[in-house]
Every structure is written in structure tokens, then in C-alpha cells.
């Protein structure tokens, strides 16, 4: 029996027993290093895709603390995606879907190059998605394997010009469920037909990114008429309304966790962009275990006064315990909380009621 | 990873004999960090991973996915999980899986929440506290313990003082025990909110500002809390000022609140210890007295009218002598400095159809301790003391086995 808990206690210590997927060198995946996926073509830090690798970018994106990204999906030889107009798109067993996050060293100067910070995959195997999380290293050459998280510090400058430092966090893979959960499994977020509804130019100039993808044979049914298929609009798009900005936003940004079957069910505040009754999406509607979150505000939405919303608090904080979202980000983003509040001005002014 | 100092009778080095892992303070915030958060991440269902006696440092919440584990510490006052220092996470631990027991440790001053389960099914929390060192303060996290749509939830022997809301909080979960746990300095000792199917037994709930809450709240995915077998609780002095972060419902609770019933229907409270609370001992109220503009149709699917509360075999005394808050309001309707111990609002719903007397809320059996039907519903007009039309029988509900 001691000698049983022994070799229990000495192999928990080693990564090869622990875990069935852990690497144990760069033949079994998920490998140790990323470059042995074959992604990329010439030095890695040039992120070339390789030949079937395919690249594509959600129209209304997560703002991740303003990291520059580069996505694809892979799939294995002739296997194929099960497409869904409104719902999450099924991917075969053996697919890849990647995001790696940089940062332009000057956002107004590219030749002044980049940090690449880490890339995430997401690998189909037996019906699931696994997580598998690389941080890139120093010298940008390879990333590697890591399941505990990171910080890296990043200093660069701004649009705006300002210089700007951060202790950039790359998650724990236990912490990609916190926003890719749902109903208990992981979903993908930027691979579904209304974020990739839209144009894309990948070298080729500008294109329908279904169309692009139906045109390559990655999807296993001809694709309905794309005019009958829902589309975000991207929310820097100045041409719409402030509230079909403000609310794509809030769909590509909240919608995962503030829907019913996300990790932020439990509020009962709903965020996707179908959300048609105004007290679900937070009008009027008193939150429940909001805790120092509420700001000593009374009402999410209080029509017409922003500066009365917890909505608005809580996006433009950066108290762990106040904070929204809550864990993917460590800056605020400006043009996400000026949609919202503006958002939030332009609704005919209400009474929520007496506060108590 | 380094052993921990074990029981030297045993021989090896783990803490406890059934320890697949234990892990001992670094000494190091990283090293605590890395050493705990890799365990959890590593761990195989079945696992027990043990913390060894003294303090770890985090500075992220710690997670764990993986079902049929347990986190096992040497006590609750001698392994100490210390989270002052936090800077990222709502939480000090965030669990999503199944089969959940967390045993004798400490957590100690999380920004946010203590201990938060969601969606899972076996949650069991043994001989664990929950605390912040400051005392009762706003800037404290909310929750201790914080189960929420979860089934078969077990809470016993823990120890949780001074959360911002709720010690223990039960939330849109289902078949619930908690058993034996002292609760004070919080704002809500325990509350069981749209929560079916609880028994809420043998704890001590004594200086907070409401002891136990049974709530139901509109807006919420899981709705109709049911079924909470409230007995045998020392309810006692919950005198403590109500330091809530403004803008929570907690926050509308009168310091001196002994059992606050909110919307809940067919829950049963008896043979509780319920005394020195100066606000009220027990009150059954409907949301309408926290939320007066509250608009029903805002949620069609939630009942604000408590119904078919049976409060029988409790000992009152010395409870309602010095009103506060939303009591003093309500000591005032009645033209009075004092209110009674046990207290109805009077809103009834009169859609609805209650010729038999089930929706009643029937006292019976409290020794002397004197009522008050308010008639909030008609500004308090015909506010009485007779309890005769309410001494009734109600449900008897069965003990829960989680």
C-alpha cells in the first residue's frame, strides 16, 4: 500500500503520468513546441500560413485588452465542417482552430514590428474541444506549451501615441472555460456564421469569408444564400445607429457568459443581441448578487442615465470584484464604454422606480 | 512541489493516509500560486489533493474543472488560503465540477467571492471557513460560500463571518442541507435564495444583520423557491448594522432581523431559538415591500406573494424592541415604538384562489410570542394583532439526505 501511494506521490511530480494529453515530447499532441504543428512557413514570428491553413476574422471581435490577432482553422484531409446558420457549426475530430495575440510595438508604425505573446488552439478530438495555451518566447522564434498561465511584460505605444505598459496575463487553460463555456462544454466563439458573414481580405482583396471557406470545400453541404443568413456588424462601424453598435458589441464581448446557458446564467442578465424584452438585457432590472459591483447604483439600465447604470460601472472598472468582463481583461476599452454609455444616453429617459 | 509536513505516525508524507497529492506553503505567492493552480488543473477524477498546515498566498482565483475531487486542508485554522493580495478573479476559488468536496481550510479575504460552485451536481463543503480580516466592511467580498444551479449541495461544520451579503448563500439549487455551521457578522448569515428543497438545521446564526433569509427574487433563470425545513437554529442577537454595498437587495435588510421570508412559498420553520434580534423575529413579506414599483409583468413567471409558510414551535423572546430600517417604518404604521415578533405583510393575490386557506401563512405553537398582520397592501389600515384567522397547520416537509 506505501509503496503504491509512493509511486502515486512520485509520478504526480512528473507530466508524463499525470495527464493521458500532456506532452511528453513532439510526437504525441499536443506538442511542446508550436512550430512542430506546421502552421507556418519561414520564421515563425511571420505567422505565413501554411497551405491549408485557413485564415479568418470575426467582424465584431473581442476587445482582449487591445491585442492584435491572427486566427485559422485546419482540417484534417478530407474531413469537413457541418455548418449552422444560427448555431455553433460542428468541426470533425482532428480540427484546429488557432488565435495568436501580439502587439504592435507602435500601433501607428507596423515596420516598428511586434510582440507576439502567446497562441492558443482549440483541437477536436472525440466530439470535444481541448484547450491547449503556447507562450511565445523572447525571441519570438518557437512558443511552448504551458498550462499554468504567464504574465509578460509589454510596453508599447498606442494609437493615440501614449506609451503604454501592461503585465499581459496569458490564461490558464482551466480559465478558457470561463468564457468559452456553455451548458457545461466549450464552444468556440469566432467560428460561427454571423461574426464570419462578412468580408475579409486575405490577399486576394476582399471577400465573403463563407464564401471563401465554402469555396476551399471546408464546409460538407452547399451553403444557403448569404442575404438569408444572420451577420453582426462590426461595431467600429461608424455608419450604424449608436444601438446597433453598442449591442454588437455586447454580443461579441458579453453575449457568452450573459446568456442562459453561460457561466453568468445564474444573474438571469441576458446580453446577446436577440434579446428582445429590455429587463433581460438589464432596463430597469435590479441585479441579484452583484456584491460591491453595483456601485451603489440601483438598476443595470437606468434609461437615459448612464451615469446611473451599473452596466456602465462595471465595464469601466478594473476592481477584481467589480470589474466586467470579469476575468479576460486587464485594461478598460474606451470605444466599448463609449458605445454603451452612449447607448445608454439615447434611450427615452425612465424612472426605474423609487429607490428604496 | 514540495511534501508537506505529514503525521509522523503514518510514516509517509502526505497529510492525510487517502491524500493523492499534498502540497505545503512555498513561502512564495508565485511558487503558492503555481503549486496549487497545476494541481488542480493536473488532477485526476477521484483525486484528494491536500493542503499541508499554513498560510498560501494566491494572486489569481484558483480553478478546478475536473469532477470527483476533493481540496483537503489540516483544519480550519491551521491551513490558511490567504487572498489579500488577489489582483485578478471574482473569486478566491471558481469549481464548474461535479462531485466537489472541499474540507478543513480557511479562506481568507478574497476580494470578491470565497468559494463559488456553479452548475454542479454533489457539492459538499465540510468544516470550512470563510473570512475577511477586517471585520464587517462594504469593500469585503459578497458570498463565503456560494453554490449557485447546483443539485445535492451538503454544508456542514463551517464557520463564515463577515461577508458583504451572504455567509453561506444556496442559489437556484436543489436539494440542500445545511447542517450545524455558525454564521456571524455578515449581513445575511445563510440564505437559501430560489432555492427548492433545503433544511436548514442546527446552525448558530448570531450577530449578523439578518440571521437567515429565505428568498425569492424575480429575473432569475431558476425561479419558485420552494421547500426550505428552516428548524432548530439559534437565531440570536443578529444585531449587526447592514454594511452591503448600496445598491444590493441585502441591503434593504433592518438590522435586527431574525428570519426574513421574501416571496418564498411552502417553507417551514420550527423549533428555532430565536431571540434578541431587535428588529423582528421572523417576517413574510412579498417583494412589494422592498420593490414598490416593482411591475409583475416585468417577469411573468415570478409569484412575489409568500404563500403557505408554517412557522410553528419556535421560541421567541426579547425580539422587536428597537426597530431599524425598513422595521422602524413598519413599527411606525402600527403606531408603535416596538413590532411584534412575527410579522406578515397582509398582500395577498387576489387572482388567485385561496377558499381552502392553503396559501395561508399559519403560526401555531410559538409559545406567547405575539403577530402582526401589517395590510401593507391597503397602507397598513386594517393592521391586526389577531392571530386567530392564521393559527393554522401547514406543510410538514422531510429532512434532506443531499
Keep these: ?356 | 512541489m514540495i511534501w508537506g509536513c505529514a503525521e509522523e505516525e503514518n510514516g509517509d508524507n502526505q497529510l492525510y493516509p487517502d491524500c493523492t497529492t499534498t502540497i505545503a506553503p512555498s513561502g512564495s505567492i508565485v511558487d503558492d500560486q503555481d503549486n496549487v493552480q497545476t494541481a488542480l488543473i493536473g488532477a485526476s477524477e477521484g483525486d484528494i489533493i491536500c493542503l499541508a498546515e499554513g498560510t498560501f498566498t494566491f494572486s489569481d482565483e484558483l480553478s478546478l474543472d475536473v469532477d470527483n475531487v476533493e481540496i483537503r486542508g489540516a483544519g480550519m485554522e491551521l491551513t490558511i488560503l490567504d487572498f489579500s493580495q488577489q489582483e485578478r478573479g471574482a473569486n478566491g476559488i471558481a469549481v464548474t465540477s461535479d462531485g466537489f468536496t472541499a474540507s478543513k481550510f480557511s479562506v481568507r479575504d478574497t476580494p470578491g467571492d470565497g468559494l463559488r460552485v456553479t452548475g454542479a451536481t454533489d457539492v459538499t463543503f465540510l468544516e470550512l471557513e470563510v473570512t475577511w480580516a477586517d471585520g464587517p466592511k462594504s469593500s469585503n467580498g459578497a458570498y463565503g460560500l456560494y453554490p449557485v444551479q447546483c443539485t445535492n449541495v451538503h454544508i456542514e461544520g463551517c464557520k463564515v463571518s463577515y461577508a458583504s451579503d451572504a455567509g453561506v448563500y444556496v442559489g437556484q439549487s436543489t436539494n440542500i442541507l445545511v447542517k450545524d455551521n455558525e454564521v456571524f457578522g455578515n449581513v445575511a448569515g445563510i440564505e437559501v435564495e430560489n432555492s427548492s428543497d433545503a433544511e436548514v438545521v442546527g446552525n448558530n446564526t448570531h450577530d449578523n444583520t439578518g440571521g437567515i433569509l429565505i428568498f425569492d427574487l424575480p429575473g432569475l433563470p431558476v425561479q419558485g423557491g420552494k421547500r426550505s425545513k428552516v428548524h432548530q437554529n439559534t437565531i440570536v442577537n443578529n444585531n449587526q448594522s447592514n454594511f452591503a454595498p448600496e445598491g444590493n437587495i441585502v441591503g434593504q435588510v433592518p438590522a435586527g432581523t431574525g428570519i426574513l421570508v421574501l416571496s418564498s412559498d411552502l417553507n417551514e420553520f420550527h423549533d428555532n431559538t430565536i431571540s434578541d434580534n431587535q428588529s423582528v423575529g421572523i417576517a413574510i413579506i412579498s417583494y412589494f415591500m422592498l420593490e414598490q414599483d416593482f411591475d409583475p409583468s416585468s417577469d411573468p413567471a415570478y409569484d412575489p406573494y409568500p404563500e403557505s409558510n408554517y412557522t410553528h414551535d419556535n421560541t421567541f423572546s426579547n425580539n422587536g424592541n428597537a426597530p431599524k430600517g425598513l422595521a422602524l417604518v413598519i413599527a411606525a404604521s402600527a403606531q408603535a415604538s416596538k413590532i411584534e415578533p412575527m410579522i406578515w405583510d397582509g398582500i395577498v393575490d387576489t387572482d388567485k384562489d385561496n377558499s381552502d386557506g392553503s396559501l395561508n401563512n399559519c403560526f401555531k405553537d410559538n409559545g406567547d410570542a405575539t403577530w402582526r398582520n401589517l395590510d401593507a397592501g391597503n397602507n397598513f389600515e386594517n393592521t391586526s394583532t389577531d392571530p386567530a384567522p392564521y393559527t393554522c397547520e401547514g406543510i410538514s416537509l422531510p429532512n434532506i439526505t443531499p
Design chain 1, 1 to 356: 500500500m506505501i509503496r503504491h501511494l509512493s509511486f502515486l506521490l512520485a509520478c504526480s511530480l512528473l507530466w508524463g503520468c499525470v495527464e493521458e494529453d500532456t506532452p511528453t515530447g513532439d510526437d504525441t499532441r499536443p506538442y511542446t513546441s508550436l512550430s512542430t504543428y506546421g502552421f507556418f512557413t519561414g520564421p515563425l514570428a511571420d505567422l505565413n500560413h501554411a497551405p491549408g491553413v485557413v485564415p479568418f476574422a470575426p467582424v465584431s471581435p473581442l476587445f482582449s485588452d487591445d491585442t492584435g490577432k491572427d486566427r485559422f482553422i485546419v482540417l484534417p484531409e478530407g474531413a469537413q465542417i457541418t455548418f449552422d446558420a444560427e448555431d455553433r457549426w460542428v468541426f470533425p475530430d482532428g480540427a484546429i482552430v488557432g488565435k495568436t495575440f501580439y502587439y504592435d510595438l507602435d500601433a501607428n508604425d507596423p515596420s516598428a514590428g511586434r510582440q507576439i505573446l502567446e497562441t492558443r488552439l482549440f483541437e477536436r478530438i472525440g466530439g470535444e474541444w481541448k484547450a491547449h495555451v503556447y507562450v511565445w518566447n523572447e525571441d519570438q522564434t518557437d512558443a511552448e506549451y504551458l498550462i499554468i498561465g504567464k504574465s509578460i511584460p509589454t510596453t508599447r505605444v498606442d494609437r493615440d501615441g501614449n506609451t503604454v505598459e501592461l503585465e499581459y496575463r496569458v490564461p490558464n487553460v482551466n480559465q478558457c472555460k470561463s468564457c468559452h463555456g456553455q451548458d457545461g462544454d466549450i464552444q468556440l466563439l469566432g467560428p460561427r456564421t454571423r461574426q464570419l458573414n462578412s468580408m475579409l481580405d486575405v490577399g486576394n482583396g476582399p471577400e465573403n469569408q463563407l464564401t471563401r471557406m465554402e469555396a476551399a470545400g471546408m464546409f460538407d453541404a452547399s451553403l444557403p444564400t448569404l442575404d438569408s443568413l444572420p451577420a453582426l456588424t462590426g461595431y467600429h462601424d461608424e455608419s450604424l445607429t449608436v444601438e446597433q453598435r453598442a449591442r454588437n458589441y455586447l454580443e461579441a464581448n458579453c453575449a457568452h457568459c450573459h446568456n442562459p446557458g453561460g457561466l453568468a446564467s445564474p444573474s438571469g442578465l441576458k446580453l446577446g443581441i436577440n434579446v428582445d424584452n429590455p429587463y433581460d438585457y438589464g432596463v430597469c432590472r435590479t441585479p441579484v448578487a452583484a456584491g460591491s459591483g453595483s456601485g451603489g447604483l440601483f438598476y443595470d439600465i437606468v434609461p437615459g442615465a448612464p451615469e446611473e447604470s451599473i452596466l456602465v460601472f462595471r465595464m469601466n472598472s478594473l476592481d477584481p470584484d467589480v470589474k466586467m468582463p470579469e476575468l479576460p481583461t486587464q485594461t478598460i476599452d474606451p470605444l466599448g464604454l463609449q458605445l454603451v454609455t452612449d447607448w445608454v444616453a439615447s434611450m427615452p429617459a425612465q424612472s426605474c422606480g423609487t429607490e428604496p
